[in-house]
């Protein structure tokens, strides 16, 4: 998908959600298994979250804005 023409300048961001809970996925095994640390020509980053109280969703869209406000 990130391969498409349409998407050759957009940054990644994933959130990883649902943190809080004792059998979530780490984020580093997160990373491994959707293969982020091979994406070499744009930014990405990849933000714990829990959206029931909203921790996370902040710092994963400011890295976001600054990511866009440099391109």
């Known amino acids: 998908m ?12 994933v959130l990883a959600n649902k943190q809080d809970l004792a059998n979530a996925m780490p984020v580093h095994e997160m990373t491994e298994k959707l ?25 994963g869209l400011v890295w976001m804005a600054d990511q866009i406000i440099k391109r």
């Open 2 to 13: 990130l391969e498409e023409n349409a998407l050759r300048d957009a940054v990644v961001l």
């Open 35 to 59: 293969r982020l640390d091979t994406i070499k020509r744009r930014p990405w980053h990849i933000q714990s979250t829990c959206a029931t109280n909203g921790t996370g969703l902040y710092e």
